[in-house]
């Protein structure tokens, strides 16, 4: 019977990673449980050094060739390699042009974000739907088998079940639900982003291009897991503060807290 139980658990679970964030059974390919599916097509999420160097250097041989043939160099990715460092080393556009190729880099960040935030809400409802129907079926089954065998081990299967699925929660999620981890990630992100903003702002050529890729690259950076734990944390601790009128040393420790809680959730 343990071996019965075993292959409908893993059952269960491999189709539900077949799944991927944007397919399931209904919505025809257009909405998911966790939501609509993404506006554009998936390729705009991925900017190759091709597409940089295009953006950097429009009239580059090597981007011109690309665009009359429509067949990439993936033979010479050393060469576009090299011509995209060249191309940065010797950029003189001017700050529109700096943040149009700062925004396409935030722009495929922000799809791709938003998928990961759909996957996270569907992983999160899988493991809860799975094991508890699982905890429920077979303590169902082992109150209502006659046999004494049995039904210990559909209880025991039973109390396996919830226990798998409350680590689960703990290990990955740390206890708390993707309805707040989501727009934490969001919040951590448009603070970022109001920091991009605010450097745009600075006399023409102080905002290099190598500084808006790094700064677009960090603001991608911040679409994890752990900047949602952490974020949701700090949330936490500075409405604790306002509440309770800590005292300096304790609003010190407050502030410290998310930073030190993203390196320790996965121990």
Known sequence: MNWILASLLGLVLAVCSACGPEDAL?????????????????QVETVS????????????????????TGVAPEADTAAVSLELHRAL??????????????????????????????????????????????????????????????SRIFSGAAGMSAGLGAAIEDNFFS?????????????????????????RKAPNGAYSLGEAITDAVRYHGLCTLDTGIAEAARAVQTTAQVRGGLTTRQ???AAEAP?????????
Do not use: H
Not at 49 to 68: F, G, H, K, T
Not at 90 to 112: E, P, Y
Not at 175 to 196: C, D, F, K, M, Q
């Open 26 to 42: 209904l919505g025809g390919g257009r909405v998911t449980a966790a939501g609509a599916n993404e506006l554009l097509p998936e």
């Open 49 to 68: 050094e091709l597409d940089l160097l295009a953006m950097v250097a429009p009239d580059n041989p090597r981007v011109l060739q690309y665009r009359a």
């Open 89 to 150: 080393a010797t950029f003189n556009g001017d700050s529109n042009r700096v943040a149009m190729i700062q925004d396409r880099l935030v722009f495929a960040s922000d799809q791709k974000c938003n998928l990961f935030l759909k996957y996270l809400s569907r992983i999160q409802s899988y493991n809860k739907t799975t094991f508890k129907w699982l905890s429920i079926l077979s303590g169902g089954a082992g109150a209502l088998i006659a046999s004494a065998d049995l």
């Open 175 to 199: 206890n708390i639900a993707t309805s707040v981890i989501g727009p934490a990630i969001v919040r951590a992100r448009l603070e970022y982003y109001n920091v991009i903003l605010d450097k």
């Open 251 to 253: 609003a010190q420790s």
């Open 259 to 267: 930073a030190s809680l993203a390196a320790t959730v996965r121990k």
